[in-house]
């Protein structure tokens, strides 16, 4: 079997994989990073979100040998190393932006990208951006509103309870 | 002034740091060493008869442990349904057997031919492409008005026919609901279908099956909303494994929706298989799987009508529906379209006689069951739409015809055979006609008409009987389970308390809104309260999460048991301050004698209980631990008003969902936060019902839409902001903490408000139309248009 190597969340990786092994596949069961979901297998529902050179990328829609060489980022490095939740994943608490958690790893990957790329989006462009990512918890209510909140916009507004 | 803690307070839930970081442990992050990997072959036809499946080179493939068929499963049970239905004519349903691989014949597409065990799934896969079958395709039934005729080909060749059951409620009634037909002044009528539905919780389902091989216990990690069920049910009927030789676990559950409910043969093939091979094995589902094995949901096809006096008053209700089973019966299906649908049909009105026909049908689709609702969802609808009509037809408001007809005085016993302990319909109408300022909508529907758009506002009001459910009386109701909660409450030694529950969560916060209760009622923190769920290994017993039914039910357990535990800490702390018992009070954390300065804090009552040097032995054990089972002497029966505004454009069809808005009445709150939360995902949910989602089959049993591709989940850019309220209280009068439940309501009380506000804005453009079926996607919308 081919070897395959990359960083992911910063230490090298690396594993014998089958070349079908897709890269949510060696995330999860090469590497034990279970943070990373799956919730479809046609590349909807964006539970499996990861960044990959700085881009967002379903990790089930790309194989783990094309990420030979990459820096790979899952959920699993976006909190500080003593367990301080990041901007983003405080405002998904804040705002009750999650339910059963399981699209939230997608969901927080997805919004970390939108943000780098657009600061500050309108309430549309952050739906619109989530347009790859499905929930069945929330309505999408209070992701919408934390993503805003996390962009640093007031959302006191946005009708609460 | 909002609370920091306690009931009432919207504490930021602690399970969500796992879920943001990545660190959560959900069913398919468990592998167990030496796991081997399933895979189920299934049937591409939607009724075949097997005549060979031959593993005999597939069971030569690289990896390949054993591969099972339905021949493997001959004396063992068949998958059970938990509730039998007796109808109109007092016979009971007719129940087919459902193996856990078919045996003989192939009922749906998706209906498990075989099982392939190997080293790795991708083995699995690879193997069953080598499996050879041959199947004799017949012919299917899929249109249940179809399935009922004379000739029609049976789904069960050994049942009578396709009908499950014929039910009528009340039937006695039967005679002078015709009669006050034939005195009305006005009847209204409706043909409706309630859209079939697919659940979709995110994670699809997992099993993975595990035998001790030194104890002989089997142990399941399931995807379920009520492990105990699973165990009952898969335990005593299927497998023949005695409880105490079987646990089974549900950790983290990525979303339920009623689909996680049910016991599926997966479960008992993973468990089954474990066993036979001594060796923990593991099926992941795919989301494709998932859409032809999952448990779909609603699936009705109603005929609904409204009879009015002269003064528009509602004097007799008549509704003859067709609901969908699939080829088998799901755990709690035949309840759905009798129980929890007949029962709600009186709605918040006073309507006097009402008659409710069910026909339950077998199909040669996925078996159906209980979706987010169940029942409700589609008594609902059929009512609020059915009121809309007469309304436009008699050119009366909407809104008046329902205050007019509102149940005003509680309790209130209704011609369906419930009684409402509380309500306030005219307080949310009243509370909604503000938050979604009916005053402003001319002016907003005229900016949308200056724009080519046309603009409605669509209102719903609904009921729901939740809380699910007294024993007692689901019992004579064909319930094959008691519909208890339980809980125990075992204090440590230093004062924390673990709270063993037999609720689920699975996105309900559970985990922080059940400590807010217990907390406030010792006057601790609530940190020092742990939730520990899903595991037939520690709760007591459990029925589990559906129905609205956590809180109120498994909530109460846990009250129960908390009362216990503060009765014997009271002992303990009269006696360390050799005072009488009866003087004791509880505030705080702190036990003190009243009418004095004397007092123990709650760790010194805790610590004496486990170090009971100074302890009234003769009296009272040592230790602090309680279990309570709760049982609800009634249902709970939240309510509310829910408006929606939607624009239509006039040259697409299209519709968007501009405003939403829900006033609910569910009693007490305990975290108004995951209330919130739980009425935006209903409405999410009801939303995607009414514009987006439709599982469809085409005449041959071809499920159609089989992925995310075809079937259309809401999405970020569907759905606004919505408004919600839920300040109207009126607290349930039969449970400790006064609450009603609000998982279900924003999927039950959003459909026909959409539904309502379409043809509102259809007939402000002067198109006739009266009613379209959901999901009202752009081309449904524009063929209405047109007439």
Redesign the interface.
Known sequence: MPQVNMTVNGKSASGQI?G?TLLVEFLRETLG??????????S??G?CVVHVDGRAVKACTMFAAEAEGAEVL???S??APD?T?NTI?QA???H?G????????GM?MSAAALLAENPKPT??E???Y??G?????????????AILAASGQDVSA???? | MPKDGGIGASTKRREDVRFLTGTGNYTDDINLRGQAYVHFLRSDVAHGKINKVDTEAASGMPGVLRIFTGADFEGVGSIPCGWQVTDRFGEVMQEPAHPVLAQGKVRHVGDPIAAIVAETYMQARDAAEAIEYDIDELPAVVNMKDALKEGAPKVHDDLKNNLCYDWGFVEENKAAVNEAFEKAAHVTTLELVNNRLIANPMEPRVAVGDFNRSTGDSTLYTTSQNPHVIRLLMGAFVLGIPEHKLRVVSPDVGGGFGTKIFHYAEEAFCTFAAKALNRPVKWTSTRSEAFMSDAHGRDHVTKIELALDKDNNFTALRTDTHANMGAYLSTFAPSVPTWLHGTLMAGNYKTPLIYVNVKAVFTNTVPVDAYRGAGRPEATYQLERVIDKAARELGVDPIALRRQNFITEFPYATPVAVEYDTGDYNATMDKLEEIADFKGFAARRKASEAKGMLRGLGINCYIEACGIAPSNLVGQLGARAGLYESATVRVNATGGLVVMTGSHSHGQGHETAFPQVIAEMIGIDADMVEIVHGDTGNAPMGMGTYGSRSLAVGGSAMVRATEKIINKAKKIAAHLMEASEADIELKDGAFSVAGTDKSVAWGDVTLAAYVPHNYPLEDIEPGLEETAFYDPSNFTYPSGAYACEVEVDPDTGRVTIERFSAADDFGNIVNPMIVSGQVHGGIGQGIGQALLEACAYDENGQLQTGSYMDYAMPRADDVPFYTVDHSCQTPCTHNPLGVKGCGEAGAIGSPPAVVNAVIDALQSGGKNVTHIDMPLSPSRVWDAMQG
């Not at chain 1, 999650?98 to 790893?105: R, V």
């Open positions: 089958e079908r990073l279970t943070g990373t979901h799956v919730g479809c297998d046609t909807q529902c539970a899952t959920i699993e976006m909190a367990g939740l994943q998904f608490q804040d009750h999650l339910q059963c958690g399981f699209c939230t790893p927080v309430e549309a952050v739906r619109n989530l347009e990512n499905i929930c069945r918890c929330t309505g999408y209510h209070n992701i919408v509103k946005i009708a609460a309870e």
